[in-house]
T-cell receptor
Framework: SAVISQKPSRDICQRGTSLTIQCQVD?????MFWYRQQPGQSLTLIAT?????????ESGFVIDKFPISRPNLTFSTLTVSNLSPEDSSIYLC??????????????FGPGTRLTVL | GENVEQHPSTLSVQEGDSAVIKCTYS??????FPWYKQELGKGPQLIID?????GEKKDQRIAVTLNKTAKHFSLHITETQPEDSAVYFC?????????????FGKGTKLSVIP
């Protein structure tokens, strides 16, 4: 069974709607992140999901477009709001710290492939 | 901030041959360098990492070398197999329990020809 799971694995959405992606980890972790990977591109950090407080967003990403929740140390959600075709990407949950012993090693979930029509 | 350059962007090798992917970084404070393999339709998988207190690390057919002076590190895959075909990403960051972020290279698409 997977130790990092994401739901849904893929979705096709209409423009103007929103999609919420869930990330579940099988044990407590210190840090959780959300990344975007546009088609054929590298990984871009959207934000750090902070447990019990507002997420920390990277330059170019805002809370209104990418609201994030992290109610506990094993779960986080990313919502992509007001979808446009430019949002078609793979969205990846990532974590490090307090899991498998290393504070540096970062692991990724299987990703959510979003297509916006 | 950190900048990571990765070369080549695509690489084709015959099965059984070796493959080498090279990365350079700009921030001399970076001291943690992981490599990820991403197969089609999957998330990146950590395959090996190295810290700046060592110059080389091996794990079966995979090895990573680091030259701190020149600020470059490389991934070496020996005896390549078709299942090695994937996109490989290098990354760099500062190590530690703080919120240091990984900076990724643009990726190398490796094709192993049977």
């Amino acid at each position: 069974s997977a130790v990092i799971s994401q739901k849904p694995s893929r979705d096709i959405c209409q423009r103007g709607t929103s999609l919420t992606i869930q990330c579940q980890v099988d044990s407590q972790v210190t840090m959780m992140f959300w990344y975007r990977q546009q088609p054929g591109q590298s990984l871009t950090l959207i934000a750090t999901a902070n447990q019990g407080s507002e997420a920390t967003y990277e330059s170019g990403f805002v809370i209104d477009k990418f609201p994030i929740s992290r109610p506990n140390l094993t779960f986080s959600t990313l919502t992509v709001s007001n979808l446009s075709p430019e949002d078609s990407s793979i969205y990846l949950c990532s974590l490090k710290g307090g899991w498998r012993g290393s504070t540096d090693t970062q692991y990724f979930g299987p990703g959510t492939r979003l297509t916006v029509l | 901030g950190e900048n990571v350059e990765q070369h080549p962007s695509t690489l084709s090798v015959q099965e059984g041959d070796s493959a080498v992917i090279k990365c350079t970084y700009s921030d001399s404070a970076s001291n943690y360098f992981p490599w990820y393999k991403q197969e089609l339709g999957k998330g990146p998988q950590l395959i090996i990492d190295i810290r700046s207190n060592v110059g080389e690390k091996k794990d079966q057919r995979i090895a990573v070398t680091l030259n701190k002076t020149a600020k470059h590190f490389s991934l070496h895959i020996t005896e390549t197999q078709p299942e090695d075909s994937a996109v490989y990403f290098c990354a760099a960051s500062r190590a530690g329990a703080g919120s240091y972020q990984l900076t990724f290279g643009k990726g190398t698409k490796l094709s192993v020809i049977p």
